[in-house]
């Protein structure tokens, strides 16, 4: 981003999930360019340190540190935005949390935990933040999705399930948002070098490219600027344009495809099915997330 631009001088922005990864470079990106920004996280300790790099650019940037699984949090992120520096401008929904694993070993809470904090967490803020950018005439509502939504690989049911909700949810907003002055952004980071893949219990498939963050901030902030709806990152990655390419033209071969990159093997179903042959479900039903021995 050109540093003579002024487009974010002064502008409020939030980017929750800021203590690693992509939030981390969008805030740094944001606070070069003159932003005022409110850095959302659980780890305070790397809140702070983050907060004394912004400083340096954008001396009020600041952070607020708590769960975003939590309704509570996720609305007083916003009001207190608003409260401290009277405005709210750019919303970066950011922070999620992944779930590689084998379906039958994910119980409905972890599910749930996936949902809260990858979709609802995006939910609550959103329209905590409509109110406010709709009085003040303006607003960036920006929601980072996944390319796994768009061409889900094996083993990321609810992960894929929670970024899905999120696509529908900012295609809506996008839409029911005309006339407001407050425009949505939809942003599907593809493999990014960031601590999120040491958080996989169950280690991924994907050994190919990984792509750094400030990749990702720098199409943020373009994608603020420029108002646009949607964008995949890389941009010109050939694999991911080809993936999604054929994810219309063939989808029942991507899908056969990718089930052999990573596949559910046939020991650990076995071993979930003598389970239920040993079980008396009419006695005690079985749940999933119950298998893991
Ligand atoms: N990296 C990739 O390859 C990739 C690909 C596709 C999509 N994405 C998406 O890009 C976004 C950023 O991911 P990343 O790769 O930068 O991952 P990351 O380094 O693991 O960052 C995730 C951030 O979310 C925060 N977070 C997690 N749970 C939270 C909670 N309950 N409350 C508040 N903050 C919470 C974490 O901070 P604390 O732990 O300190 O709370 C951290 O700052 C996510 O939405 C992810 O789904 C990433």
């Known amino acids: 981003m050109n540093m003579t631009?002024?487009?974010f001088t002064?502008?409020?922005?939030i980017v929750t999930g800021a203590s690693s990864g992509i939030g981390r470079d969008t805030a740094i990106a944001f606070a070069k360019q003159g932003a005022v920004v409110i850095t959302v996280a659980r780890r305070e300790e790397l809140l702070k340190q983050l907060t004394e790099e912004l400083q340096a650019f954008s001396p009020r940037s600041t952070y607020l540190c708590g769960d975003l699984g939590n309704k509570d949090f996720s609305?007083?992120?916003i009001d207190k935005t608003v409260q401290d520096f009277g405005r709210l401008d750019i919303l970066v929904n950011n922070a999620a949390i992944p779930m590689h694993r084998f379906l039958y070993n994910i119980s409905v809470e972890d599910a749930e935990q996936v949902f809260q904090v990858n979709f609802l967490s995006c939910l609550w803020t959103c329209f905590a933040a409509i109110p406010y950018m709709m009085k003040q005439g303006s607003g960036t509502l920006v929601n980072i999705s996944s390319f796994a939504s768009k061409v889900p690989p094996t083993h990321e049911t609810i992960y894929v399930a929670s970024k899905a909700a999120l696509n529908g949810f900012t295609q809506g907003l996008w839409n029911d948002l005309k006339g407001s002055g407050i425009h949505a952004v939809l942003l599907h980071p593809g493999p990014i070098d960031t601590e999120i893949w040491d958080k996989l219990d169950d280690p991924g498939a994907y050994d190919g490219a990984l792509y750094p963050p400030s990749l990702v901030a720098d199409e943020i902030l373009r994608a603020v600027k420029k108002k646009t709806f949607e964008v995949v990152v890389p941009r010109k990655s050939f694999q991911l344009i080809l993936a999604?390419?054929?994810s219309v033209l063939a989808p029942s071969l991507?899908?056969?495809g990718i089930a052999k990159m990573d596949p559910i093997?046939?020991?650990?179903?076995?071993q979930v099915k003598q389970v239920?042959?040993?079980a008396e479900l009419d006695k005690n039903p079985v749940r999933m997330g119950s298998f893991k021995r």
Not at 265 to 270: C, D, I, R, S
Request: no cysteine; charged share 45%; hydrophobic share 40%.
């Open 254 to 256: 991507v899908r056969k």
């Open 5 to 7: 631009d002024k487009s």
């Open 265 to 270: 093997k046939e020991v650990e179903l076995n």
């Open 244 to 246: 999604r390419v054929m």
């Open 75 to 77: 609305h007083k992120i």
């Open 10 to 13: 002064d502008k409020v922005v």
């Open 276 to 278: 239920l042959a040993n």
